[in-house]
């Protein structure tokens, strides 16, 4: 799903990061407090760190330049997505349980 979404380059990369995150057990919390930490530290410190050498944005190089923003702002939607679906199936789990 992954690779239909984001492009089937990425989709190689995330889904054995998907399944290691899930075959390491991480719990939802810590993948929400990576993605946040991504989201608000590290993509605007690339933007700040890498800026681009554009005619403020008319150059058609301009978006090439902060492809490495996008992909880091990739991998914290990835780890939302995964966090969500780790808190549903919880949440399934104790609804199932209590009948």
């Known amino acids: ?4 979404v984001f492009a089937l ?10 399944a290691l995150i899930l075959w390491l057990g991480i719990g939802a919390r810590r993948m929400l407090l990576v993605a946040g930490s991504l989201l608000v530290v ?11 050498h554009g ?11 902060h492809l490495g923003a996008h992909w880091v ?3 914290a939607v ?16 104790h609804a199932s349980a209590r009948g």
């Open 42 to 52: 590290a993509v605007p410190a690339i933007y700040l760190l890498f800026p681009a």
């Open 78 to 93: 990835v780890l939302l997505i995964v966090a969500l679906g780790r808190m549903l199936r919880t949440l399934r789990q």
């Open 73 to 75: 702002g990739v991998a």
């Open 1 to 4: 799903m992954f690779g239909f």
């Open 9 to 18: 380059r990425a989709g190689v990369v995330i889904g054995p990061a998907v």
């Open 55 to 65: 005619q403020h944005g008319f150059d058609s190089k301009y978006a090439i330049e």
